[in-house]
């Protein structure tokens, strides 16, 4: 008999104005998922500071354990929802691209840096991850990996690896960018044969147009549930079997070893 998880991916409007009203919203999100026993909930990249904010994000960079961290902990407890929400991280002087996981007992389960950070905004303001994240979550193999990270296959590969049978991506995909939602997120679920969600934004923040496209993929690389270009919350079933079955029939994992060393 296999785990199973209820998984939702909450698409958020990027309009949003601080933290607050973020908050406010996401509050707004689980009282409508009332009913629904979602065992998970996946927000968007830098959900809790906004994402196109300029030299604001080090105003709003707090710690792991900051107030952020209680706020969502306390609504954790109250829906009986793990939540993973992006933020960013300040430590030792130095300003992350985080994504945190409250479990649904509001204790901290994992908190990823991005590993690979973009030219532009992200390369100015954040210091880069130096290591992969995989944790459990209701005995469940989860990694986290943010935006930019996935569209490298040898990301996916590597947590995959290590086990990972959910993987979960927040992100802050452009609009110009939509070849990634559609096409290379699907692929990277189906050459792994894990699940993965696809956290973005919609709508537009401070002349930044977010595509929308949101996703929860299955291991064999189809849309479990996919959103449009407006703020929407997906949901579907986790099933452990369903990664098992994908990795038997299509052993990539494995026979990757058969290939010659580059």
Known sequence: MGLALTLAVAQSPAELDGPQARLDWLSDCLDGLAGRHVDLLV???LFLTGYNIGDAVR???EPVDGPAFDAVSRLARQHGTAILYGFAELAEGRLF???SCVGRDGQLLSTHRKLVLPPGFESDHF??????TCFDVEGISVATLIC???EFPEALR???VQGAELVLVPTALG???GVVAERMIPTRAFENGVYLCYANSAGQENGMAFFGGSCIVGPDGTDLARAGTKPEVLTARFDSRNVATAQARLPYLIDRKKLPSA
Do not use: H, I, K, M
């Not at 210091?127 to 992969?132: E, K, M, Q, R, V």
């Open 127 to 132: 210091a880069s991850g130096t290591s992969f």
């Open 158 to 160: 590597a947590v995959a």
């Open 148 to 150: 930019y990270d996935a």
């Open 175 to 177: 609009a110009q960018w």
């Open 43 to 45: 927000l968007p990249e």
């Open 97 to 99: 691209n985080a994504a």
């Open 59 to 61: 105003d709003r960079g």
